[in-house]
């Protein structure tokens, strides 16, 4: 038995209607951090190899790399070392397999869960409240695609995996894959680009809300739990799995979809905010209720065929998939339209992508304004945005705009990173090294 450690200010309770929850014992301030947790087992992704340490994920040039497979990067032989019994999964078979190696990122998370179990002693610094082994898993809900979802992740971790380890029986693999669709985090920097994967056991201990009173950021390998509202000692903590941009109907679908409960917070019950994320426009002619429905229904539709379209299409195609979308949908929506808002932020990525600085600049402008009365206060989407587009201006010669927007990121990086923060303390860099400055 694996004796429960604690963290001090935090308590696990029995949350009524949600089962486990955290609560606090004593008082924080916005910006505070409530507690900290390195993760139990993390894989950074291959599309990040070479500009992060894969062993600390800390982001710098002249990263030595392993000499045997060519493919891990590390700081130092000391990252290096300590992260070779994660990397021997790996090292050996990406030289077998060559360019056949291609484990999903899922599947190479959990082959480093075995390994840790393996070799697990005793409880470990990610486990003070909560054991690995203990996440929910929901089993009993599981549909069918989830079911060949997780059937397909145990013959990769075979495929690709079984030389360096011994595996649990089936139905222990299938717990596992489904703890982890759960209770994964995904690992972003601060333009919240994906970086890999990781879990926390004891920050998936905290509930959802969508009106939450904290947030999860990530220093290095190590989760952070940081107060984005003043929190009274008995309240419950309260993150969001989720992004709040869109109305209520789609946040209930989302969160039964992957994650098995009903929100009842209080922007769910009272739906406060729909009418303004589906705003319509004020034609001559009165839209009908039909014609909003149906354009509802479009917009989602085409989301979905865009998330998938992105692993197939030309940058060019898909910035096109975006323009019609936008144009369609705008004779019905309000640009301010969170659908709308949706088409035009993956438009600025495509832009990015295609170095299209000016056009990625004008989506940015119409997009951030709208985020910014939408999202919660302290959210990392208009933190980002502001990145973003703060690095555009400057890119553009537009200095003094681009100084101004890049505060505006750093306020707000300021309370959900800490001070101290490596992003912070760069951002903070990249601001007084400007000449306009």
Request: hydrophobic share 35%; proline share 3%; net charge neutral.
């Amino acid at each position: 038995m694996m004796k429960t450690e604690g963290i001090a200010g935090i308590e696990q309770f029995d949350s009524p209607g949600k089962g486990r929850g955290l609560r606090v014992s004593k008082a924080f301030g916005v910006g505070e951090l409530l507690f900290s947790c390195p993760a139990y087992s993390y894989v950074l992704s291959v599309s990040e190899r070479g500009y992060i340490c894969e062993h600390c994920f800390t982001r710098k040039k002249g990263l030595a790399k392993c000499g045997k497979c060519k493919k891990a990067f590390y700081c130092n032989v000391n990252c290096q070392k300590k992260n070779w019994p994660m990397h021997k999964l790996e090292c050996h078979a990406m030289c077998v397999f060559g360019k056949n190696w291609c484990p999903s990122e899922t599947v190479r998370l959990v082959a480093r869960i075995l390994a840790r179990l393996r070799d697990q002693r005793e409880r470990s610094p990610s486990e003070k409240l909560l054991l690995l082994q203990d996440m929910e898993a929901h089993m009993e809900e599981l549909d069918n695609e989830k079911r060949e979802m997780n059937e397909a992740n145990i013959a990769g971790l075979y495929h690709f995996y079984s030389k360096h380890l011994d595996f649990p029986d089936h139905q222990a693999l299938l717990t596992l894959f489904s703890q982890v669709h759960c209770n994964g985090f995904t690992l972003e920097d601060e333009e919240l680009s994906h970086l890999g994967l990781a879990v926390f056991p004891d920050i998936a201990l905290m509930n959802h809300s969508c009106c939450p009173n904290v947030i999860v950021t990530y220093r290095g390998i190590n989760a952070e739990v940081r107060a984005v509202q003043d929190i009274s000692p008995g309240q419950e903590i309260y993150t969001s799995y989720i992004d709040l941009l869109y109305p209520t109907e789609d946040r209930i679908e989302r969160l039964r979809n992957v994650y098995y409960f009903n929100c009842n917070c209080k922007e769910c019950t009272t739906k406060s905010m729909d009418f303004i994320k589906m705003k319509v426009r004020k034609l001559s002619d009165d839209i009908t209720e039909n014609e909003i429905k149906d354009m509802m229904r479009y917009a989602r539709n085409t989301i979905e065929n865009f998330r998938r379209a992105k692993h197939d299409k030309s940058p060019a195609e898909l910035l096109e998939m975006c323009e019609l979308s936008i144009d369609k949908m705008s004779a019905v929506f309000e640009d301010s339209n969170v659908y709308m808002l949706h088409m035009m932020y993956q438009a600025m990525g495509v832009c990015l992508f295609m170095d299209n600085y000016g056009a990625a600049v004008r989506y940015g402008e119409k997009v951030i304004e709208p985020y910014s009365v939408l999202y919660p206060a302290f959210s990392l989407n208009i933190a980002s945005m502001y990145l973003k587009l703060g690095r555009l201006y400057i890119a553009l010669n537009r200095k003094s705009t681009g100084i101004n927007t890049l505060q505006k990121a750093l306020a707000i990086m300021e309370v959900v990173h800490g001070q101290d923060h490596a992003y912070v303390m760069e951002l903070k860099q990249e601001i007084s090294s400007d000449p306009c400055k």
